[in-house]
């Protein structure tokens, strides 16, 4: 399992997140604010390969975002800058 850096990074408002499966699996994407609270959770199932999920933060505010993907019992982090 690994979480790429999201494309483009500074962000405007949207982004793209995007993460390798090995086997096919459910998986959790949660996206936290720099004060730990969840602003977005995507959780689906996929077939082994890159997936990409695109995050539209329009709504939320310049800063610091963290993006964890959890699958198969394993977790990763990634840090994101919105800048509006």
């Keep these: 399992y690994r979480l790429d850096q999201n494309y483009p ?5 949207t982004t793209t997140i995007a993460f390798a499966m ?8 949660t996206i ?17 390969g890159v997936i990409e999920y695109e995050w ?5 505010a310049s800063g610091v975002y963290f993006c964890r993907l959890t699958a198969a019992g394993q977790s990763s982090t990634q840090k994101m800058l919105l800048l509006k």
């Design 32 to 48: 936290y604010n720099v004060t730990g609270q969840v602003v977005k959770t995507h959780s689906s199932h996929a077939d082994a």
């Design 22 to 29: 090995p086997v096919a699996g459910d998986y959790t994407l």
């Design 56 to 60: 539209d933060a329009s709504n939320e």
């Design 9 to 13: 990074n500074p962000f405007n408002p």
